[in-house]
């Protein structure tokens, strides 16, 4: 293990009874890479990330994100990152100034902080005019570039994404990715679940689970030059159909 | 024509979700619009499957009126709502038997429509939708919105949140249903399966951009536009972004998508501003336009 | 009719898959009876009686030996005026006063019958009922005694007196209460659940998008619901003439006519809630909210009518609840007729139908 690894993990499994959710998958995450975490509808993916960000135990393995062990450290694990999904990330029913004084005061921000921040935040998401109003009126792109910078609020080392840019236009997801790139290059660590394959080739590397194993991973490059392919929908698809 | 839309408009406190909208959909065809969250398809699906009342313009599905023929349209579509709506607690055959029932139908009737995707849930008939996995439910809510052998099909995102390869199997479902004269109107937020579509309406807060062939859109797209890239990504987007003749950037997979504003460049003065910048590995290309750099240029020209 | 058959088979698998609601319609109104059929029962045990005897004779002390001796009671004590009765019920331990007629054993010989008070403390008006009966039975054991080969009887007349709660509300005035109270909610809460919960999940738009027309969608939705109400009222009614050994004096099947309303009354409210509700939790709360509280605060189910302020004896006009237990109050308790209660069925039908108009009026065939 070199000392630049954000994420650890070794042979992590998890199980419901009998059922294998997370069947011993190892990797690391080094600092300041955005790491794609893919795989099909009930590949487990879901399950994997709950257990690295510190919310469901590991049957068996072991992992650590951030240096602190997911099982014994969880708390520690949980100051230290940063979390964004797409089914919850802001309330709804509160501006988008009560959301970022919300969930800075969770990560134990001090008010002078919170406030120069989120005026850091508004400047550079050109929010001036709707910091204001609530965050259910906005469109989606803006309520998950928001959501994602309230995800960085407390400056965690790494930051969990899962499924960020679901339904997102066009234009709005490749802003939201070159926030992404922007954090990545100041070195906050990226962990990202898509089903948008062509954001796939925006990771610096990929990995791709099938039936709860990790099946590939490798720089987008290298996993279609193994499959000798031209895209990373095909490896995707070939991977899935394979193990079929 | 199966669906005919004229000047349809619907608004939610003051906000126009789908604003003018007309276009019609042939029989047989494969309609898809295209377009992200929050851009009116829902708004339009409910519109023709007589859920909500448009404020204006006059709309007919299968011959027959939204408004004053809610009941025969009811009778003669099948509908696929964005979420998948079925019954959790009901395994996959009672779904089908139920939906069959209040229709009016059997599952023995119509299983020649549904046999090629039904196959693949037999297996698992005994199991409840709610144990099913992404995939698996979005095609039995096929199976529920088929059984009564519509005329026209309504299918609000049915891929949204489901993997690729499971999105491939169903547009595959979808060319053969078309070949036993159904017609389709399908949405999806996923710009790569326009392709997969007869023809297309980009739609974008409650407006359409265009409306062709997937080819004719792409080869409608004026100007050259080259693929770039270089070791560090993230570089070459701010370095690009001040290159004086840029109109836009936009990561592509591997590569950005670059378009230059005059119709001079010449791609080897981007490289060489490039390698100026200590860019290495650098490639520039000129490239094809996909739908979805078309439908940004285009939602970019609107706003 | 097929459609529908197969519409109310699917409500059926919702119903019996679903551990919550099967509680609810099933286990809850066991528990409740079962709860009250404990706190209501009859056994009571060395129960503390005081004695006022104004006469002192060979048969009041004859009594009171067989009283001391009863397992049910122990004598705490002896008072000799009227005017100690109450302080020595205030003190709370004493429960029954027994007080003795002057020249109890003289009218006795003379009169053929004596008088003896039986005093009770009626805030327990259950216990206060027991005791009464089984003094009661000790007095008739005795005067049985006495009668032997005696050719005109002697005749010993109890008479009760309630202290603090005169009017008694005996505890079998609660079983309709505690029936009109799950009849309430099983039919209205379960059945506004159901249908949002339909909302929710989305179903809804496809049932709408379907030649199925709304009229049928909501009877659909109800048959089950009513005739699980129906079994429910049943079990009710067995338990409480079981556990609550409480006899049905009037018919059984003008009650359970009337219940059948009141269920077709309270699965109205049901479907008009849902009609107004967006989501399972809304109408969870708005069932219970809107229901729920009235029916238990201003029926006069636990706080007689009479003794309310007259804005909420106004008010307790339009419960259904209200006028629904005075009908089952009258079947179960008095015996009475049809001829007894048509005023208030009157009353019942005519919500029904208005909450059922009301309903299917709001009721969108349409999303918005």
Known sequence: MTKDNMIQVENLTKMFGDFTAVNNISFEVGKGEVFGFLGANGAGKTTAMKMLIGISEPSHGNATVAGYNVLTQAEQVKKNIGYMSQRFSLYNDLTIKENIVFFGGIYGLSSADIKEKSQAMINELGLHDMADSL???????????????????????????????GGVDPITRRQFWEMIYKQANRGVTIFVTTHYMDEAEYCDRVSIMVAGKIEALDTPKNLKHQFQVDSMNQVFLKLARNIE | MSIILNNISKSYNKVKTVDDISFDVKPGELFGLIGPDGAGKTTLFRILTTLLIQDKGNATVAGYDVLKQYKDIRNHVGYMPGRFSLYQDLTVEENLNFFATIFGTTIAENYDLIKDIYVQLEPFKDRRAGKLSGGMKQKLALCCALIHKPKVLFLDEPTTGVDPVSRKEFWEMLKRLQQKDITILVSTPYMDEAELCDRIALITNGKIL????????????????????????????????????????????????????????????LTRYLEERQHRDI?????VATIEDTFMDLSKVNE | MNRFIGFIKKEFYHILRDRRSLFILFGMPIVQVMLFGFAITNEINNVDIAILDHSKDVNTKEIINKIATSKYFSIKGFISHEDEIEPTFRKGKIKAVLNFEKDFSKNLVTQKKATVQILTDATDPNTANTISNYIGSILQNYQQELNQGLNLPYQIIPKTRMVFNPELKSVYMFVPGVMTIILMLVSAMMTSISITKEKELGTMEILLVSPLNPFQVIVGKVVPYILLSIINAVVIILLSIFVFKMPVQGSLFLLGAESTLFIINALSLGILISTIA??????????????????????????????????LQMISNIIPAKWFIIIIKGIMLKGVGLAYVWKETVILIGMTIFFIGLSVKKYKIRLE
């Open chain 1, 135 to 165: 965050v259910g009126s906005l469109p989606l792109g803006w309520k998950q570039k928001v959501a994602f910078s309230v995800a960085l609020l407390h400056n965690p080392k790494i930051v969990f994404l899962d499924e960020p840019t």
């Open chain 2, 210 to 269: 265009q409306i062709n062939t997937p080819r004719a859109i792409i080869a409608s797209f004026p100007k050259k536009i080259f693929k770039v890239r270089s070791s560090n990504t993230y570089k070459l987007i701010e370095d690009l972004r001040i290159y004086p003749d840029i109109h836009s950037a936009y990561p592509f997979g591997e590569y950005l998508h670059f378009t230059p504003k005059s119709e001079a460049f010449r791609p080897m003065d």
């Open chain 2, 283 to 287: 490639e520039v290309k000129e490239t």
């Open chain 3, 278 to 311: 967006a989501t399972q939790q809304a109408a969870m709360m708005t069932s219970l909210m809107g229901l729920m509280l009235p029916v238990i605060l201003l029926s006069g189910f636990i706080f007689p009518i009479s003794s309310m302020p007259l804005p």
